[in-house]
Nanobody, 125 residues
Framework: VHLMESGGGSVQAGGSLRLSCAAS????????MGWLRQAPGGKAYEGVA????????RYADAVKGRFTISKDNTNNNLYLQMNMLKLEDTAMYHC???????????????????WGQGTQVTVSS
């Protein structure tokens, strides 16, 4: 399984970005995929949003109403539409994935077996 993020960049507060995660090698109909981020300074990773094959979607409280996660089931690509960006959204964003029996997203920050390298999002005032 290979995950590759893109779409990051620099944007002013209040702006928007759309992140993409190209997923290859995922083949199971049961999956959990999501986005997580790490703010600068080596801060702890935090879950941002998840989507799974049961149809459940979860968001971290910090991004509810501003971010939207979606998945293209024809190619397993994952997306994160980020609107009304804030300074505190500045982070490296990674996509993560699990697949197989029982691979539902049990929280907004599950333990992912597969991670991408990440794409940097920088929000400035």
């Amino acid at each position: 399984v290979h995950l590759m993020e893109s779409g990051g960049g620099s944007v002013q507060a209040g702006g928007s970005l759309r992140l993409s995660c190209a997923a290859s090698g995922l083949s199971d109909s049961s999956y959990c995929m999501g986005w997580l981020r790490q703010a600068p300074g080596g801060k702890a990773y935090e879950g941002v949003a998840t989507i799974d094959s049961t149809g459940n979607i979860r968001y971290a409280d910090a991004v509810k109403g501003r971010f939207t996660i979606s998945k293209d089931n024809t190619n397993n690509n994952l997306y994160l539409q980020m609107n009304m960006l804030k300074l505190e959204d500045t982070a490296m964003y990674h996509c993560g994935a699990n697949e197989g029996a029982g691979a539902y997203c049990y929280s907004v920050f599950p333990v992912y077996k597969y991670w991408g390298q990440g794409t940097q999002v920088t929000v400035s005032s």
